[in-house]
Protein backbone atom coordinates (compact mmCIF):
# COMPACT_ATOMS: atom_id res chain seq x y z
CA UNK A 1 0.00 0.00 0.00
CA UNK A 2 1.41 3.86 -0.66
CA UNK A 3 4.04 2.50 -2.38
CA UNK A 4 6.38 5.57 -3.14
CA UNK A 5 6.78 7.55 -6.52
CA UNK A 6 9.57 8.48 -8.52
CA UNK A 7 8.89 11.06 -11.26
CA UNK A 8 8.04 8.94 -13.73
CA UNK A 9 5.65 7.15 -11.83
CA UNK A 10 3.91 9.61 -10.62
CA UNK A 11 0.81 11.32 -11.21
CA UNK A 12 1.34 14.03 -13.64
CA UNK A 13 0.64 16.75 -11.53
CA UNK A 14 2.83 16.33 -8.69
CA UNK A 15 5.84 15.90 -10.70
CA UNK A 16 7.09 19.45 -10.69
CA UNK A 17 6.21 19.56 -6.78
CA UNK A 18 8.36 16.51 -6.65
CA UNK A 19 11.36 17.69 -8.62
CA UNK A 20 11.23 20.88 -6.34
CA UNK A 21 11.66 19.62 -3.39
CA UNK A 22 14.40 17.00 -4.71
CA UNK A 23 16.36 19.97 -5.72
CA UNK A 24 15.71 21.85 -2.59
CA UNK A 25 17.10 18.87 -0.45
CA UNK A 26 19.26 17.26 -2.65
CA UNK A 27 16.74 14.00 -3.06
CA UNK A 28 13.73 12.74 -2.81
CA UNK A 29 12.24 11.81 0.49
CA UNK A 30 9.92 8.70 1.37
CA UNK A 31 6.87 11.22 2.73
CA UNK A 32 7.04 13.29 -0.52
CA UNK A 33 7.20 10.24 -2.76
CA UNK A 34 4.63 8.83 -1.03
CA UNK A 35 2.20 11.90 -0.91
CA UNK A 36 2.84 12.18 -4.53
CA UNK A 37 -0.28 10.08 -5.05
CA UNK A 38 -2.27 12.75 -4.39
CA UNK A 39 -0.94 15.79 -6.22
CA UNK A 40 -3.58 17.93 -4.45
CA UNK A 41 -2.53 16.94 -1.41
CA UNK A 42 1.31 17.16 -2.17
CA UNK A 43 0.72 20.52 -3.98
CA UNK A 44 -1.56 22.04 -1.09
CA UNK A 45 0.59 21.04 1.84
CA UNK A 46 3.76 22.36 0.32
CA UNK A 47 2.12 25.63 -0.57
CA UNK A 48 0.78 26.32 3.01
CA UNK A 49 4.33 25.11 4.27
CA UNK A 50 6.28 28.25 2.22
CA UNK A 51 2.84 30.16 3.66
CA UNK A 52 3.88 29.50 7.43
CA UNK A 53 7.21 29.91 6.45
CA UNK A 54 6.60 33.33 5.04
CA UNK A 55 4.49 33.94 8.75
CA UNK A 56 5.73 36.59 11.24
CA UNK A 57 6.14 33.86 13.83
CA UNK A 58 9.75 33.50 14.50
CA UNK A 59 11.47 30.45 13.22
CA UNK A 60 11.56 28.71 16.47
CA UNK A 61 8.26 30.04 17.61
CA UNK A 62 6.86 28.27 13.81
CA UNK A 63 9.03 24.74 15.11
CA UNK A 64 7.49 24.70 18.09
CA UNK A 65 4.16 24.64 16.87
CA UNK A 66 5.30 21.84 14.10
CA UNK A 67 6.69 19.76 16.79
CA UNK A 68 3.72 20.06 19.18
CA UNK A 69 1.61 19.00 15.98
CA UNK A 70 3.87 16.26 15.39
CA UNK A 71 4.59 14.65 18.89
CA UNK A 72 0.97 14.79 19.76
CA UNK A 73 -0.12 13.20 15.81
CA UNK A 74 2.75 10.58 16.56
CA UNK A 75 4.29 11.18 12.95
CA UNK A 76 7.73 9.80 13.70
CA UNK A 77 9.64 11.29 10.33
CA UNK A 78 8.32 14.41 11.02
CA UNK A 79 9.60 14.32 14.55
CA UNK A 80 12.73 13.51 13.00
CA UNK A 81 12.67 15.78 10.52
CA UNK A 82 11.56 18.75 12.32
CA UNK A 83 14.44 18.16 15.17
CA UNK A 84 16.71 18.35 12.51
CA UNK A 85 15.31 21.56 11.66
CA UNK A 86 15.38 23.06 15.20
CA UNK A 87 18.80 21.76 15.80
CA UNK A 88 19.99 23.81 12.58
CA UNK A 89 18.06 27.02 14.57
CA UNK A 90 19.94 26.30 17.29
CA UNK A 91 17.80 25.03 19.61
CA UNK A 92 19.35 23.51 22.48
CA UNK A 93 18.98 19.62 23.97
CA UNK A 94 16.71 20.34 26.75
CA UNK A 95 14.26 22.84 24.40
CA UNK A 96 14.16 19.56 21.66
CA UNK A 97 13.81 17.17 24.56
CA UNK A 98 10.98 18.97 26.32
CA UNK A 99 9.10 19.53 22.64
CA UNK A 100 9.52 15.47 21.98
CA UNK A 101 8.61 14.55 25.21
CA UNK A 102 5.41 17.40 25.45
CA UNK A 103 6.68 18.41 28.68
CA UNK A 104 6.80 22.56 29.41
CA UNK A 105 9.97 23.93 28.39
CA UNK A 106 12.81 24.55 29.74
CA UNK A 107 13.47 28.15 31.65
CA UNK A 108 13.99 30.59 29.43
CA UNK A 109 12.04 29.59 26.54
CA UNK A 110 8.63 31.08 28.11
CA UNK A 111 8.03 32.76 24.91
CA UNK A 112 7.99 29.35 23.19
CA UNK A 113 6.11 27.85 26.10
CA UNK A 114 3.48 30.39 25.16
CA UNK A 115 3.21 29.50 21.52
CA UNK A 116 3.28 25.41 22.86
CA UNK A 117 0.34 26.09 25.16
CA UNK A 118 -1.53 28.00 22.70
CA UNK A 119 -1.23 25.63 20.23
CA UNK A 120 -2.30 23.03 22.61
CA UNK A 121 -5.80 24.62 23.86
CA UNK A 122 -6.36 25.69 19.79
CA UNK A 123 -6.11 21.59 19.61
CA UNK A 124 -7.65 20.43 21.90
CA UNK A 125 -10.93 23.42 21.81
CA UNK A 126 -10.83 23.36 18.07
CA UNK A 127 -10.19 26.37 18.06
CA UNK A 128 -12.74 27.47 21.01
CA UNK A 129 -9.66 28.70 23.24
CA UNK A 130 -11.70 31.06 25.86
CA UNK A 131 -10.40 34.89 26.11
CA UNK A 132 -8.20 34.36 28.79
CA UNK A 133 -5.78 32.11 27.47
CA UNK A 134 -5.95 34.43 24.05
CA UNK A 135 -4.83 36.70 26.22
CA UNK A 136 -2.28 34.72 27.95
CA UNK A 137 -0.78 34.13 24.20
CA UNK A 138 -0.61 37.54 23.74
CA UNK A 139 0.75 39.15 26.87
CA UNK A 140 3.92 37.15 25.83
CA UNK A 141 4.44 39.65 22.41
CA UNK A 142 2.01 37.58 20.23
CA UNK A 143 -0.30 39.53 18.21
CA UNK A 144 -3.83 38.27 16.75
CA UNK A 145 -1.94 37.64 13.58
CA UNK A 146 0.41 35.19 15.48
CA UNK A 147 -2.65 33.78 16.70
CA UNK A 148 -4.19 33.03 13.35
CA UNK A 149 -0.60 32.40 11.84
CA UNK A 150 -0.23 29.73 14.97
CA UNK A 151 -3.75 28.10 13.26
CA UNK A 152 -2.22 27.95 9.90
CA UNK A 153 1.19 26.22 10.98
CA UNK A 154 -1.35 23.54 12.66
CA UNK A 155 -3.25 22.80 9.71
CA UNK A 156 -0.50 22.77 7.53
CA UNK A 157 1.21 20.49 9.65
CA UNK A 158 -2.03 18.53 11.06
CA UNK A 159 -2.78 17.53 7.01
CA UNK A 160 1.13 16.55 6.70
CA UNK A 161 1.32 14.82 9.93
CA UNK A 162 -2.04 12.28 9.45
CA UNK A 163 -1.12 11.59 5.45
CA UNK A 164 2.28 10.74 6.53
CA UNK A 165 0.80 8.15 9.11
CA UNK A 166 -1.71 7.00 6.75
CA UNK A 167 1.61 6.10 3.88
CA UNK A 168 4.14 4.83 6.77
CA UNK A 169 6.56 7.41 5.50
CA UNK A 170 9.54 6.86 6.92
Known amino acids: ?11 PAARPAM ?3 TRAFGRLPDAVAKLAASPELLTGFLELSEAFE ?17 VRNDCHVCVTLHTGKL ?33 LRVLATAGGVDDEEVQEFLDHGYTE ?9 IGT ?3 STLANRLTRAA
Request: hydrophobic residues 45%.
Open 87 to 119: RKLGAGTDLIRALREERPLPAGHEDLEAVRRFA
Open 54 to 70: RSTLAPLARETVVMTVA
Open 145 to 153: RNALEVVLG
Open 157 to 159: YTM
Open 19 to 21: EAV
Open 1 to 11: MFAPHTPDTAP
